[in-house]
């Protein structure tokens, strides 16, 4: 099961560097940001759990949590999330999240970092709370948003957003060098010499 949620994670993470270079390359910094926050907890979940495999069962048995209680609230507006499951699948579920309540949960996000290395943790402010205030519709979130105007006011930025762009490349690139060195020790897949090659290629680029 360790393995098996290491890789996906990992390769989930990949796509979504994908999708953060594209996003930056578009200009639409922001839009990268919002996906930087997954990718940091896909890439903290995945080192967590290279560390504590006896964890792994707790995550996996969450996913019966929240499938169950997703499905429950979908069936609200009409949308039948279990539409091809059997009634015993259905029941089936039900005590599986009912027995996954029971469990101790995962530590959060910035405590898992923590107890990985201190460098994990010190990316949990850029790439998971700052990214947070352009998820959620909050007066800081539109606040950042804006431009304020010499004259007073403030006007919609729809143009600018090269820094968080370049931000997010950055921390996006950072973490994606960390899941590829997990990946690599983890299966032993015998790519130091590339990873090193890659960890220098970072230097090279963002040392300028």
Not at 109 to 120: G, N, R, T, W
Request: proline share 3%.
């Amino acid at each position: 099961m360790t393995n098996k949620a290491i890789f996906f994670l990992g390769r989930i993470a990949a796509d979504d560097f994908s999708e953060i270079l594209i996003l930056s390359g578009n200009g639409r910094g922001i839009g990268a940001y919002k996906i930087l926050r997954g990718m940091y907890e896909r890439v903290v979940y995945a080192s967590y759990l290279d560390k504590n495999e006896d964890k792994s069962r707790l995550f996996a048995r969450k996913g019966f949590v929240d499938k169950q209680k997703l499905a429950t609230r979908l069936l609200e507006f009409g949308i039948d999330l279990l539409s091809d499951f059997s009634p015993q699948d259905k029941i089936e579920l039900e005590t599986r999240a009912a027995e996954a309540r029971k469990d101790m949960p995962l530590l959060a996000v910035p405590e898992m970092a923590e107890k990985i290395d201190m460098s994990l943790k010190r990316l949990y402010g850029p790439c998971h709370l700052e990214p947070t205030i352009h998820i959620h519709a909050s007066a800081f979130g539109m606040e950042r948003r804006l431009r304020q105007l010499p004259g007073g006011g403030f006007r919609y930025n729809d143009d600018d957003y090269r820094p968080q762009a370049r931000r997010a490349l950055i921390f996006g690139h950072q973490l994606l060098l960390r899941i590829l060195s997990l990946q690599n020790t983890r299966f032993q897949l015998g790519m130091d010499d590339e990873v090193q090659e890659c960890l220098m290629a970072f230097q090279e680029i963002w040392g300028r």
